[in-house]
């Protein structure tokens, strides 16, 4: 899969990175360090992701924000998108359910289980049909 990777903290990225390699999956990750950066991603002329993972807490535009400017977009919309966040807070969880998310993983601290809740995602949207675009 084509992955957009939103996520302003590089420890994060490498973390995913990281866990990909430790699972064994092939998925090619496009990263954008904030909703701005990934709006112009989606933008430019490179073909779009099979799905987002997208982090909440970011400098210059938040997640939610960047969601809301998704889901209102003609073909943007259809694009799955996974909050994967260490927000608890319930308000972010339902107004981002209330936008339109495909799931809100909250990232566990322990790196075992952040690489097991992972693992599970990946397995559930590897048997998804993507919209492929
Ligand atoms: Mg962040």
Redesign the pocket.
């Known amino acids: 899969m084509n992955i957009l990777f939103i996520?302003?903290?590089a420890i994060?990225t490498m973390k995913l990175h990281r866990t990909l390699g430790k699972l064994g999956l092939h998925h090619d990750i496009i990263e954008a360090k904030n909703g701005e950066e990934a709006l112009a991603i989606l933008n430019s002329d490179v073909k779009l992701p099979d799905m987002i993972f997208l982090?909440?807490?970011?400098p210059r535009m938040s997640g939610i924000e960047f969601l809301k400017i998704l889901k209102a977009h003609d073909s943007y919309r259809y694009l799955p998108t996974v909050v994967l966040?260490?927000s608890q807070n319930r308000a972010d969880l339902l107004e981002c359910y209330k936008i339109g998310i495909a799931g809100y993983v909250i990232k566990p601290l322990k790196y075992e289980d952040y690489a097991e809740k992972l693992r599970k995602v990946f397995e559930y949207w590897e048997a998804n049909e993507l919209v492929k675009k």
């Open positions: 996520e302003d903290d994060e982090d909440l807490n970011m966040t260490t």
